[in-house]
């Protein structure tokens, strides 16, 4: 099961002449005037128009005429022209195709554009876009930074509408992320300026956004609740799209809450509105939601019994499952024609455990086989958009450092140019005022120079004793260091020695006596040995002082 989320897209509407006509009937309007057009401005809108309709119809056709319009744009040098046709390529790519990486791609040569003519608003749509592609790769950290960075360039030029639809997008990610408290507090902030504003579509989005962190939240009712909110608005704006994806949006609950003929119902009307719009990936989506319907109310045993008692429901359990055998295989078809392999592989794993229920092993086999193999592909893909994105991520960086770096050049040249008359104003004035001076700071420098190299004797001299009391520091305890070994065998031996003396005297067997005097010698051997050790040590330490290598003879006793 898979909701239509109501996130702004990556392609926003460019012109607002066409707002009373979608779909296909806008298509067809803007077609009629493409071959009178003349090769200006107007028919780069026209073309940049033509792509932004067609991403979600046939997003092929949308890249061919978003390409016209970047190639007339670029004929023309006209700058804000180039830099919408990247942003509805982008979108062609992104939305319409699922193809993240060239989105991103064209996202961020549109981005340049704008940064380059100083547009804000188009800088701030475009990093809105940024954040769209990388939410749909699930990518949260950075879609979330891209957004509010445009929220930062909204925020400053009070464009209140679009802080709105930042916020709501942001509430998104956050109910993506299942955090849900933070997601609920963005998409009520939206909701607010949205309904200051009066603006409707805004406030319909919204609401069908928090239906669906309701429905995340498993609370049905809520969500059905602001869904229903959410289609009214629509309707009022006759807005066929978001109609159509409120009511699949509908369905979905109906599904949960197990009303499985009221959720036929709503699927049934968003699959005629998106064939009447032609829109190719919300008639798969809602093909693919009719049978999964199916496929729940043949696994559902409350269900038993009861299918003559449902409107649109199958006579029995092997009915209702070829109904969703006929609606996956539906979608998967239209999913393999528009190459949307992120809803592909799901749908051939719901086949799968349908052709499982009806008997039909061999076919589960094949489809199980198909969603491991699509599955593994999207996988593969998105591990080779990640390196494809970084690489480009990349070249934009360094481009933008280098664009940086020559606008950074120009603007010295222009300071310096501003600032050359000032200089050569104030140049004599320097001038005559550093005669009067030089004799003064002469006079003045040589006694701050007197003074410094006394300072500076002082100090060698304070150096030259802290580095003799450092040096004899370092010395004595190294030297206590080597002697405090062998007295320590010394003074060891020695309270020895004193025992076995005591022993001697107190006892009266002369072979314990003998035994006992042979360790004492031993002993004294020792203490003779280690005293020896000390004197040694003295001896050397006396040699090295006067040969003035004190401290090197300590070192090589270290290693």
């Given at each position: 099961?898979?909701?239509?989320?109501?996130?702004?897209?990556?392609?926003?509407?460019?012109?607002?002449?066409?707002?009373?006509?979608?779909?296909?009937?806008?298509?067809?309007?803007?077609?009629?005037?493409?071959?009178?057009?003349?090769?200006?401005?107007?028919?780069?809108?026209l073309l940049n128009d033509l792509?932004?309709?067609?991403?979600?119809?046939?997003?092929?056709?949308?890249?061919?005429?978003?390409?016209?319009?970047?190639?007339?744009?670029?004929?023309?040098?006209?700058?804000?022209?180039?830099?919408?046709?990247?942003?509805?390529?982008?979108?062609?790519?992104?939305?319409?195709?699922?193809?993240?990486?060239?989105?991103?791609?064209?996202?961020?040569?549109?981005?340049?554009?704008?940064?380059?003519?100083?547009?804000?608003?188009?800088?701030?749509?475009?990093?809105?876009?940024?954040?769209?592609?990388?939410?749909?790769?699930?990518?949260?950290?950075?879609?979330?930074?891209?957004?509010?960075?445009?929220?930062?360039?909204?925020?400053?030029?009070?464009?209140?509408?679009?802080?709105?639809?930042?916020?709501?997008?942001?509430?998104?990610?956050?109910?993506?992320?299942?955090?849900?408290?933070?997601?609920?507090?963005?998409?009520?902030?939206?909701?607010?300026?949205?309904?200051?504003?009066?603006?409707?579509?805004?406030?319909?989005?919204?609401?069908?956004?928090?239906?669906?962190?309701?429905?995340?939240?498993?609370?049905?009712?809520?969500?059905?609740?602001?869904?229903?909110?959410?289609?009214?608005?629509?309707?009022?704006?006759?807005?066929?799209?978001?109609?159509?994806?409120?009511?699949?949006?509908?369905?979905?609950?109906?599904?949960?809450?197990?009303?499985?003929?009221?959720?036929?119902?709503?699927?049934?009307?968003?699959?005629?509105?998106?064939?009447?719009?032609?829109?190719?990936?919300?008639?798969?989506?809602?093909?693919?939601?009719?049978?999964?319907?199916?496929?729940?109310?043949?696994?559902?045993?409350?269900?038993?019994?009861?299918?003559?008692?449902?409107?649109?429901?199958?006579?029995?359990?092997?009915?209702?499952?070829?109904?969703?055998?006929?609606?996956?295989?539906?979608?998967?078809?239209?999913?393999?024609?528009?190459?949307?392999?992120?809803?592909?592989?799901?749908?051939?794993?719901?086949?799968?455990?349908?052709?499982?229920?009806?008997?039909?092993?061999?076919?589960?086999?094949?489809?199980?086989?198909?969603?491991?193999?699509?599955?593994?592909?999207?996988?593969?893909?998105?591990?080779?958009?990640?390196?494809?994105?970084?690489?480009?991520?990349?070249?934009?960086?360094?481009?933008?450092?280098?664009?940086?770096?020559?606008?950074?050049?120009?603007?010295?040249?222009?300071?310096?140019?501003?600032?050359?008359?000032?200089?050569?104003?104030?140049?004599?004035?320097?001038?005559?005022?550093?005669?009067i001076n030089r004799y003064r700071?002469?006079?003045?420098?040589?006694?701050?120079?007197?003074?410094?190299?006394e300072n500076l004797k002082a100090?060698?001299?304070?150096?030259?004793?802290?580095?003799?009391?450092?040096?004899?520091?370092?010395?004595?305890?190294?030297?206590?260091?080597?002697?405090?070994?062998?007295?320590?065998?010394?003074?060891?031996?020695?309270?020895?020695?004193?025992?076995?003396?005591?022993?001697?005297?107190?006892?009266?067997?002369?072979?314990?006596?003998?035994?006992?005097?042979?360790?004492?010698?031993?002993?004294?051997?020792?203490?003779?040995?280690?005293?020896?050790?000390?004197?040694?040590?003295?001896?050397?330490?006396?040699?090295?002082?006067?040969?003035?290598?004190?401290?090197?003879?300590?070192?090589?006793?270290?290693?």
């Amino acid at each position: 099961m898979k909701k239509l989320l109501l996130l702004l897209l990556i392609a926003s509407a460019t012109r607002q002449s066409h707002a009373q006509l979608q779909g296909q009937p806008l298509i067809d309007s803007l077609l009629t005037q493409l071959p009178t057009a003349n090769e200006d401005t107007n028919k780069v809108k026209l073309l940049n128009d033509l792509s932004l309709t067609y991403y979600s119809i046939n997003p092929d056709e949308g890249l061919k005429f978003g390409k016209q319009g970047l190639a007339l744009a670029e004929k023309l040098n006209w700058k804000k022209g180039t830099a919408y046709a990247y942003k509805v390529i982008a979108g062609n790519y992104g939305y319409g195709k699922s193809e993240y990486a060239r989105a991103l791609e064209h996202s961020l040569k549109a981005l340049q554009q704008f940064r380059e003519m100083e547009d804000k608003t188009g800088t701030a749509k475009v990093l809105g876009d940024i954040g769209v592609v990388y939410w749909f790769q699930s990518d949260h950290p950075n879609a979330l930074k891209y957004f509010f960075d445009a929220l930062r360039i909204n925020e400053e030029r009070g464009i209140k509408n679009e802080i709105a639809a930042t916020l709501c997008n942001i509430g998104i990610v956050y109910n993506s992320q299942e955090d849900y408290p933070k997601a609920l507090e963005y998409m009520l902030k939206a909701n607010r300026i949205d309904e200051e504003l009066g603006n409707k579509s805004g406030m319909a989005a919204n609401l069908g956004n928090i239906g669906e962190l309701h429905m995340s939240l498993s609370d049905t009712t809520k969500a059905l609740e602001y869904d229903l909110k959410s289609l009214q608005l629509y309707e009022e704006l006759g807005d066929k799209n978001g109609i159509a994806r409120n009511l699949a949006n509908i369905g979905t609950v109906y599904t949960e809450k197990r009303e499985y003929s009221k959720a036929l119902e709503y699927y049934f009307k968003a699959l005629k509105m998106h064939e009447e719009l032609g829109h190719k990936i919300g008639i798969a989506m809602n093909l693919g939601n009719i049978g999964d319907t199916y496929l729940e109310i043949a696994k559902d045993n409350t269900t038993a019994g009861k299918y003559n008692s449902y409107q649109n429901f199958p006579r029995n359990k092997t009915v209702a499952l070829q109904q969703a055998k006929g609606y996956t295989d539906s979608a998967i078809n239209i999913l393999k024609e528009i190459g949307d392999l992120n809803t592909l592989f799901s749908n051939y794993r719901r086949l799968s455990e349908i052709q499982t229920l009806l008997g039909d092993n061999k076919g589960a086999l094949e489809s199980y086989t198909n969603y491991t193999l699509f599955k593994d592909s999207v996988f593969n893909m998105e591990k080779n958009k990640k390196l494809t994105e970084t690489a480009m991520r990349y070249e934009f960086d360094k481009k933008e450092s280098a664009t940086k770096a020559e606008q950074e050049k120009k603007d010295i040249l222009q300071r310096n140019i501003r600032n050359s008359f000032i200089a050569g104003a104030t140049l004599l004035l320097l001038l005559l005022i550093g005669l009067i001076n030089r004799y003064r700071y002469k006079q003045k420098a040589n006694k701050e120079l007197a003074a410094a190299y006394e300072n500076l004797k002082a100090t060698q001299q304070q150096l030259v004793q802290s580095e003799k009391m450092a040096a004899f520091g370092v010395m004595a305890t190294r030297m206590a260091h080597e002697i405090q070994n062998p007295l320590n065998f010394v003074n060891n031996f020695s309270l020895i020695s004193k025992e076995l003396v005591q022993d001697i005297l107190s006892s009266h067997d002369e072979e314990v006596k003998n035994e006992t005097a042979d360790l004492l010698i031993n002993n004294l051997e020792k203490i003779n040995h280690h005293g020896n050790r000390v004197a040694g040590i003295v001896n050397q330490l006396q040699e090295h002082a006067r040969a003035g290598t004190a401290l090197e003879f300590f070192e090589e006793e270290k290693k």
